[in-house]
């Protein structure tokens, strides 16, 4: 009845939650809809709220049914709380059933949908724990296009100046995520998808930014792709080491030493400016000298002297990354 629906009731815990999800069908009106997402938004904002919805399939399905409502207030608020129980470990099993559709808005809405972003930093959340990575995993593959290639050449980084949508940035954390599993590093160190290198310099983002060199990281794990990855075929080592240069000189000896893209940068020469970003560097380069070979090919190419610099950069109490 129309008076029934005068207003959305109040207040947290269970109760509320009873009666707020039935304000969230499509028959409502909008008004009424926006204020039930708000409150289940609302809910998923504390742990308390998380761990209650965390083990109830009927709110997952129910905010999965309302990220696909006409209302962008709606469609966002519920995205937004799917973000939220995601990084809930209780709930990560009842969200399980929602991995098709997030995957399908993450990488298959038009390059100006706003919401397509908060779609796959559901999907990063979820893919924290290996459990519910794997899930994601076989849900990826299983589509049509293949999985991972669309996720990094369509989403992504697409082509820069062609009129191609702008990178949706919580991919970045979702390969991070994804890359804790040897069999997506795999997939990941396939020469196809080599255009995730550039983005380390991706000064749009720093959580794409962040999350392609974690990315880059894990694949370091893998010890017997070390001499592949710092061969010409790859050339990793310099996408490791611009992002911790700075403007400084360098004597024509040490220079010579030093990759090409590394040697007489500009004055203007920024580092990374995100700590956690440069402790990711310093992680991956550490992990290219577990091996022999991979030690000497990290040493013959002058890192040293990158490493030397940035030293006296963090050390100084003046600079940007002073300790």
């Known amino acids: 009845m129309a008076a029934a629906e005068s207003s959305v009731p109040g207040g947290g815990g269970g109760a509320c939650l009873e009666e707020l999800l039935p304000f969230l069908g499509a028959e409502r009106r909008p008004e009424l809809r926006r204020e039930a997402a708000r409150g289940l938004l609302g809910l998923t904002g504390g742990a308390e709220g998380r761990r209650l919805l965390g083990g109830r399939a009927d709110v997952a399905a129910a905010l999965l049914a309302s990220a696909g409502d006409p209302c962008a207030e709606v469609a966002g608020d519920a995205l937004r709380a799917l973000v939220n129980l995601a990084a809930e470990p209780a709930a990560r099993p009842a969200l399980a059933p929602a991995l098709p559709a997030l995957l399908r808005r993450a990488l298959d809405s ?25 899930l994601l995993w076989r849900a990826l593959r299983r589509r049509d296009d293949g999985g991972l290639a669309p996720l990094v050449d369509k989403a992504l980084c697409p082509p820069r100046g062609s009129g191609a949508p702008a990178p949706r940035h919580s991919l970045g954390p979702l390969l991070a995520n994804l890359s804790q599993l040897p069999e997506a590093r795999h997939a990941l160190l396939d020469p196809a998808r080599q255009r995730l290198l550039p983005c380390t310099q991706d000064t749009g983002s720093s959580l794409l930014r962040g999350g392609v060199v974690g990315t880059l990281r894990n694949c370091c794990f893998d010890y017997g792709r070390h001499e592949w990855l710092l061969s010409d075929q790859v050339d990793l080592l310099p996408f490791l080491l611009l992002p911790l240069a700075g403007p400084e000189e360098f004597p024509e000896d040490e220079m010579e030493k030093l990759p090409v893209d590394l040697q007489y940068l500009p004055p203007e020469k920024q580092r990374e400016p995100d700590p956690d970003i440069r402790k990711m560097l310093l992680e991956a380069l550490l992990l290219l000298t577990a091996t022999k070979p991979g030690r000497l090919l990290v040493r013959e190419r002058g890192t040293y002297f990158i490493l030397r610099e940035l030293h006296k950069w963090e050390a100084d109490p003046g600079s940007p990354g002073g300790l």
């Open 110 to 134: 038009p390059g100006g949908d706003p919401l397509a972003d908060l779609a796959c930093a559901a999907l990063a959340n979820l893919a924290r724990d290996p459990a519910s990575c794997r």
